[in-house]
């Protein structure tokens, strides 16, 4: 006797459509950016209606917002997984852990870099609105870093630092760095890497106190094997 065939319901379906969409408006905004693109370029990416995507969002607008949550958020709670220390305020753990970090960021930025040029060519000038919310998105990244600064300095390891400039500072260099390697190659993922591990341990070493030359004096900055 056949078995019935499988067939989705409304929610499966709806959901399978959203994707398409998505990927679709991905493709297509960081092509383009955001006042070039249109519905109609991004119907014609995903072979879709044009009232399938009013389906599911209220305008561009909406769906430009949503996108760019998405792509920070998924890359966000990855890196702050990373963050996690057995210890807490483990300044030697937390150095070694900067390599996975970089790795991952690079991952991500190989694996999604339509999403990684999406941020730099349609992130801002869209509308004061949607600046302030893609500023906020960055500002998250950077928030996380500086939360690392702060403990440290509670734990007398550091001290003088401004932990929300240098988490800005981080995150400017990382997108920076990784924009000119999606479009320029004029260096190796590896390259990359361990020259931001070695910029991010110069800058730490600049507000280290007594007690921290002496918490991470013999560590070894985690590098790349070069090849």
């Keep these: 006797m056949r078995g019935r065939p499988v067939t989705m319901d409304h929610d499966e379906r709806k959901a399978e459509t959203r994707d398409m969409i998505m990927q679709a408006a991905r493709k297509v905004f960081s092509e383009k950016g955001y006042h070039k693109a249109g519905i109609a370029d991004i119907v014609r990416e995903a072979g ?4 399938s995507i009013y389906a ?6 909406d ?9 920070n958020e ?7 997984l990373l963050h996690e220390t057995k210890k807490p305020g483990d300044v030697r753990e937390r150095i070694q852990q900067w390599k996975p970090a970089y790795c991952a960021f690079f991952d991500y930025v190989e694996e999604n870099p339509e999403q990684i040029l999406l941020l730099a060519r349609g992130g801002f000038g869209v ?3 949607n600046d302030m919310f893609v500023w906020n998105l960055f500002k998250g990244f950077a928030t996380d870093i500086a939360e690392d600064f702060r403990k440290w300095e509670a734990l007398g390891f550091i001290r003088g630092v ?5 988490g800005h500072i981080i995150v400017g260099i990382c997108l ?6 999606l ?17 991010t341990y110069a800058m730490v070493s600049l507000y280290l106190t007594d007690r921290g030359r002496a918490e991470v004096e013999g560590i070894d900055i985690p590098r790349l094997d070069e090849g």
């Design 48 to 51: 879709i209606s044009t009232g």
């Design 56 to 61: 599911h969002f209220r305008d561009k607008h």
């Design 63 to 71: 769906l430009f917002s949503q996108l760019i949550q998405e792509t």
């Design 74 to 80: 998924i890359l966000r709670i990855k890196l702050k």
């Design 127 to 129: 509308d004061e609105e």
């Design 162 to 166: 401004n932990a929300d400039l240098m």
């Design 176 to 181: 920076q760095v990784a924009l000119s390697y």
């Design 183 to 199: 479009q320029e190659r004029q260096f190796t993922r590896t390259e990359a890497i361990n020259t931001l591990l070695s910029l």
